[in-house]
């Protein structure tokens, strides 16, 4: 898998507003009614991931749930995060 280009990086990020960058990763932070709807929002994530065999870093604190991707075997953002981080975002 290679690394996106700066332009390739900047259009993807038009296609998920929801998510910014921060160094060689894409993040999101989701606010859910509470503790319940924050696991269950992780579970439909952790399927999604599974099904991409791609994971990303997860934060929960109470109802706030932090979503980190970057593929680590490349060394920064690839075409697999921005398409996880679109099936991600179509959840919410």
Known sequence: MSLLTEPQITAELAIVPA?????????TVTQRADFKDALLYVGAVAYLAETANHHPDITIQW????????????????????????QISALS
């Open 19 to 27: 998510w910014t960058r921060d160094g060689d990763s894409i993040i």
């Open 63 to 86: 109802n706030k749930v932090t979503l980190s991707l970057s593929t680590h075997s490349a060394g920064g953002l690839t075409a697999n995060d921005f398409a996880l981080a679109r």
